[in-house]
């Protein structure tokens, strides 16, 4: 089964405006990662959140976990037309196991 | 540049050809992946590798098959694949197998397949 899923799936703004993503996950997780894809070229990490961590800042990047809702939400500030790209969570289940990714966010930022 | 380089960035093949994806990542790390992703689905984790074994096979069909000859490359051989194989296939590694810890991972700029 997924174990992540980001919300909402596609998502349009003016530039400067601020993008906020958000992901759910079923079980429960080590640590819970953030990678963005600009289109048809490879994953990037962007951050990383342990699950004894409620936020975390990157930059412009701001990200915040919800053990108990089993939730986390990625804020990117002042918007630019490069932030363009597909935003997907990954989430590390137990010890040993793999990566789960969810279906990403797709975000448009328009100039 | 991540530090992992796949090749052909593309390929065309045909039903009956065969042909393999290369990957190669320079940063030391002791696990590998093969990713398979396809137009609206989730990244699909296909194999994993650590220390060249493999550890990992989500239920593959044959017609896709591995090999990691040293901890610094991975191949993904193709042979008589479907229409449906058509997607663009990633390959990452990672300090350690999984992601417990710091482990973070590191993508290449992936193979675009294409089946006809």
């Known amino acids: 089964s997924q174990q992540g899923e980001e919300d909402p799936q596609a998502l349009s703004i003016q530039e400067g405006e601020n993008a906020t993503m958000n992901c759910s996950y079923k079980?429960?997780?080590?640590?819970l990662q953030w990678y963005r894809q600009n289109s048809g070229r490879g994953l990037v990490h962007l951050i990383l959140?342990?699950?004894?961590?409620r936020e975390k800042h990157s930059g412009r990047l701001r990200v915040t976990l919800d053990t108990s809702k089993k939730s986390s939400s990625l804020l990117i500030t002042a918007s630019r037309a490069a932030d363009t790209a597909s935003y997907f969570c990954?989430?590390?289940?137990?010890?040993?196991?793999?990566?789960?990714f969810g279906p990403g966010t797709r975000l448009s930022v328009l100039p | 540049e991540t530090g992992v380089t796949q090749t052909p960035r593309h390929l065309v093949m045909g039903m009956t050809n065969k042909k393999s994806l290369k990957c190669e990542q320079h940063?030391?790390?002791?696990?590998m992946y093969w990713y398979k992703q396809s137009a609206k689905k989730p990244l699909e984790l296909m194999f994993v590798?650590?220390?060249?074994?493999r550890v990992e096979n989500n239920s593959v069909p044959s017609r896709f098959s591995p090999e990691c000859p040293n901890s610094s490359h991975l191949f993904l051989h193709l042979h008589t694949l479907q229409p449906e194989d058509s997607a663009l296939y990633l390959c990452?590694?990672?300090?350690?197998?999984?992601?417990w810890g710091t482990g973070e991972l590191f993508f290449g700029e992936g193979s675009r397949l294409t089946v006809l």
């Open positions: 990452a590694s990672s300090q350690e197998v999984g992601g």
């Open positions: 079980t429960s997780i080590n640590n």
């Open positions: 590798y650590s220390l060249e074994e």
């Open positions: 940063l030391g790390h002791n696990a």
């Open positions: 990954a989430t590390v289940p137990h010890y040993g196991q793999n990566f789960v």
């Open positions: 959140i342990r699950s004894n961590e």
